[in-house]
């Protein structure tokens, strides 16, 4: 009986619609949204270390050969390069990256992100349509 007269006595306030309930780092962006980018940049250094496996190799005269390098028998020394260059491959990160963050960041002025919009126009077409009209009228 003790714990129903407490939750009667609990005063409830009301959050301007202008203050967050949420913590954000900056308006429309908070843990949830820094979750999804994180790992869609996680996604794109593995993408971006799948691609640097991917070599070839060249053969580079002995006169700019390290001392102790192996040599082949015709005094050339192979080295093994990336088929990608690095540069190149910095936009497997970027893409994900920045793609996710258009993807969730709230629009301030509805609070809608592209994702839920597009979630939500997709439900739209799903849904059945009333058009109200006579036939035959004109």
Not at 44 to 57: A, C, N
Request: hydrophobic content about 40%; charged content about 20%.
């Amino acid at each position: 009986m003790d714990e129903q007269q407490e939750d009667q006595r609990a005063i409830q306030y009301l959050i301007p619609s202008n203050v967050s309930t949420k913590f954000e780092f900056f308006p429309g962006f908070g843990w949830y949204e820094f979750k999804i980018v994180f790992i869609a940049c996680v996604i794109g250094i593995l993408i971006y270390t799948g691609l640097g496996l991917v070599g070839k190799t060249t053969y580079v005269n002995t006169t700019n050969a390290p001392n102790g390098a192996k040599l082949d028998r015709e005094r050339l020394m192979e080295e093994k390069v990336p088929a990608i260059p690095a540069m190149a491959r910095i936009f497997a990160v970027i893409i994900p990256g920045a793609g996710s963050f258009l993807l969730v960041k709230r629009d301030p002025s509805n609070g809608m992100s592209l994702l839920y919009t597009i979630k939500s126009a997709s439900q739209f077409k799903k849904n059945q349509r009333l058009y109200l009209y006579k036939y035959g009228s004109g």
